[in-house]
């Protein structure tokens, strides 16, 4: 397993932009597909983007689809979360999650590792 570290959230107007980071440790954070979730208050956690391992491949749910744009810098152990556009609808803790087995899961459960999460709030 790998660890994650979450950071970039804050508060946005709508309309504006944001980038997540999320640095994973090891020297084998390439061997990992990784993805973005979120989850708002009283809402279960809910698939946002994923990609593979070397960041060719890349899968968006329909909510930030043609906003968001996830990619990864694997020397520097690090994927982000490109956030454009915002809709107070963003506003969640958004989480990356590390899987070493699979690519483009939306099912939360099936991915490994996770960090502790960083609070993206967008106001109108």
């Known amino acids: 397993q790998v660890q994650l570290v979450e950071s970039g959230g804050g508060l946005v107007q709508a309309g504006g932009s944001l980038r997540l980071s999320c640095a994973a440790s090891?020297?084998?954070?390439?061997?990992?597909?990784m993805g973005w979730f979120r989850q708002a208050p009283g809402k279960e956690r809910a698939f946002v983007a994923a990609i593979s391992r070397g960041g060719v491949n890349t899968d968006y749910a329909d909510s930030g689809k043609g906003r968001f744009t996830i990619s990864r810098d694997n020397a520097k152990n690090t994927v982000y979360l490109q956030m454009s556009s915002l809709k107070p609808e963003d506003t969640a803790v958004y989480y990356c999650?590390?899987?070493?087995?699979?690519?483009?899961?939306?099912?939360?459960?099936?991915?490994?590792?996770w960090g502790q999460g960083t609070q993206v709030t967008v106001v109108s």
């Open positions: 090891g020297r084998t954070f390439s061997y990992y597909y």
């Open positions: 999650a590390a899987d070493s087995k699979r690519y483009g899961s939306s099912d939360h459960t099936e991915y490994e590792s």
